[in-house]
């Protein structure tokens, strides 16, 4: 089994309105997230987080970022297209239509 890294993004304005959520409409969002991980079973390696307060670094320094990256999930699966798979029905994708979730193989490190 691969393992592969779940990137949630979603635009700034969105993002911005989710911080603005009821605490009833966080909840049921966080309903769905825990109903998505029982359904994944195993194959969710680690839940994940929010991401946030995001810095672009360049040789010429550092600069704070608008990053529509807004967190992650870790999962195992035996192909790409398998663990993209896990995400279809996904609440981030499902809650907002300008949401998406990028899947990324963790890659084997050659030895020194």
């Not at 991980?37 to 390696?45: D, P, Q």
């Not at 704070?64 to 663990?83: F, Q, R």
């Amino acid at each position: 089994m691969k393992k592969y890294i779940a990137l949630y993004l979603a635009p700034v304005s969105v993002l911005e309105e989710m911080a603005n959520a009821t605490p009833e409409q966080a909840k049921a969002g966080m309903n769905a997230w825990m109903a998505w991980a029982k359904k994944t079973g195993s194959a969710l390696i680690e839940m994940g987080a929010p991401l946030g307060n995001a810095k672009h670094i360049t040789r010429n320094g550092i600069a704070d970022a608008k990053s529509e990256v807004c967190g992650y999930s870790i999962v195992e699966a035996a192909s790409a297209e398998e663990a993209a798979k896990l995400f279809e029905d996904h609440p981030h994708v499902r809650a907002m239509m300008s949401a998406s979730v990028e899947v990324l193989e963790f890659m084997p490190m050659e030895d020194a």
